[in-house]
């Protein structure tokens, strides 16, 4: 019984040591390889087209920021973003994404959760979402199941590759 013992706990402080390691990670810069997203017909498209630019910094303390862009896109005619035409507005608003606040990782359950403080789409702002990822090889993937796209009928994969 006594070794029985022993073995739950070396096993209990491996695990425990086995996620520290996953977060710690986790921690660190990463930058953004693709987007995207699927339909519940299953049809896939690429809201930031095929080459996005992006950032997604996590630090120890559990902080985080998301900024993703499209990789081409038009200057402002005016060259003042206060007097944008509706086109200009509708593409800058259409071809970025960003959002920072707290996160947490928890890899029994291979999740992380985003506790949105502030981000550009409004809607998202004071939620949390729960995102189920995959990290192999420094890229780091997770599923965003309610997307600016979309909402629930969308989800999105997203691939990170570790700076």
Known sequence: MKRLKTVA????IANITFAQKIEKTLIGTWKLISVE???????????YETNPEGLLYLDDKGNYAIQIYKNERLKIISGDKNKCTPEENAAIV?????HFGKYEVDDSTKTIT?????ASFPNWEQTEQKRSYK???SELQYVVVNTT???KSVTAKVVWKKL
């Open 9 to 12: 706990l070396v096993l209990f």
């Open 37 to 47: 997203n699927t339909n519940a017909a299953g049809t896939k498209t690429f809201p």
């Open 94 to 98: 259409q071809g970025s994404n960003s």
């Open 114 to 118: 985003f506790k949105i403080e502030t």
């Open 135 to 137: 990290y192999n090889n």
């Open 149 to 151: 796209q979309g909402g």
